[in-house]
């Protein structure tokens, strides 16, 4: 019978291949147990044409002089506001939401910690308008819905 002779190149080479094998079948396990996320969100830098300046303002008798709803195929990112004043949307105060990113500078305050960039997210077809004499200006962007 005749010994047989390993050429050790070929044998790294078989091992190497075995690995990828081995590591490639791994992450098609792993893939499959978590899924790729179905939704779309955005990531990156935001265009210019999204952009936009929001500004609400309410009389002392409660007419509302200037107000906003968010279009129906967006959402509004809020990035910066500026008042000291109760934001509503659809009636309910969310200034909780947004005192995270409230700056009064603008209004001679002192200014306040914007919170490492956090953002309130207002949802599509919401109304937002400005407490009893008050007025408040939203600076953010309208995202797309996906």
């Known amino acids: 019978m005749k010994p047989i002779t390993l050429h050790p190149l070929s044998v790294l080479f078989g091992l190497a291949l075995a ?3 081995v590591v490639v079948s791994a992450a098609q396990g792993t893939r499959d147990k978590f899924p790729l996320p179905k939704e779309v969100h ?20 409660g007419t509302t002089l ?4 968010v279009p129906l195929d967006r959402y509004f990112v809020v990035t910066l ?6 934001v509503l949307a659809n009636g309910q105060s969310i200034s909780g939401l947004l005192y995270p990113v409230t ?6 305050g002192s ?7 956090t953002h309130a997210v207002v949802p599509p077809g919401t109304l937002l ?3 009893n004499n008050s ?4 600076w953010g962007y309208l995202e797309p819905r996906n």
């Open 81 to 86: 506001m500026q008042s000291n004043n109760v």
């Open 19 to 21: 690995g990828v094998l």
């Open 129 to 131: 308008t400005a407490s």
């Open 111 to 117: 200014p306040l910690p914007d919170r490492n960039g």
């Open 42 to 61: 955005f990531v990156g830098e935001v265009p210019a044409e999204w952009w936009t300046l929001v500004e609400l303002n309410t009389s002392s008798d």
């Open 135 to 138: 007025f408040a200006q939203l």
């Open 66 to 69: 200037n107000s906003f709803t």
């Open 103 to 108: 700056i009064n500078a603008l209004s001679g």
